[in-house]
């Protein structure tokens, strides 16, 4: 079973940046590269939503609310995905989770708390 493991996540203050890892075990290098990577989030009473995602052919996407603040890019080496935020907002708040996808196979990592507060 693959596993993922989140971390970067804290307190900031509006405008401020914070750096989001994802590191993948359980699975070799050339599979994991394979597969598509992706964070998401969900706020206190929301649903889950996508924040950014990169496929194994380095083509990412966006969700509206974040396009020119934060950066997906990912490492497939040190099987590693990263979320790069900048300019962080208050409504930025959540749980970011990172994911990975391949086919029907799903992986979720537990989560890292992002909050954005003066």
């Known amino acids: 079973q693959v596993q993922l493991v989140e971390s970067g996540g804290g307190l900031v203050q509006p405008g401020g940046s914070l750096r989001l890892s994802c590191a993948a075990s359980?699975?070799?290098?050339?599979?994991?590269?394979?597969?598509?990577k992706g964070w998401y989030r969900q706020a206190p009473g929301k649903q889950r939503e996508l924040v950014a995602t990169?496929?194994?052919?380095?083509?990412?996407n966006y969700a509206d609310s974040v396009k020119g603040r934060f950066t997906i890019s990912r490492d497939n080496a040190k099987k590693m995905v990263y979320l790069q935020m900048n300019s962080l907002k208050p409504e930025d708040t959540a749980v970011y989770y990172c994911s990975v996808l391949l086919g029907t196979l799903e992986y979720w990592g537990q989560g890292t708390q992002v909050t954005v507060s003066s």
């Open positions: 990169i496929t194994s052919g380095d083509m990412t």
């Open positions: 359980r699975i070799l290098i050339g599979t994991y590269s394979m597969y598509d």
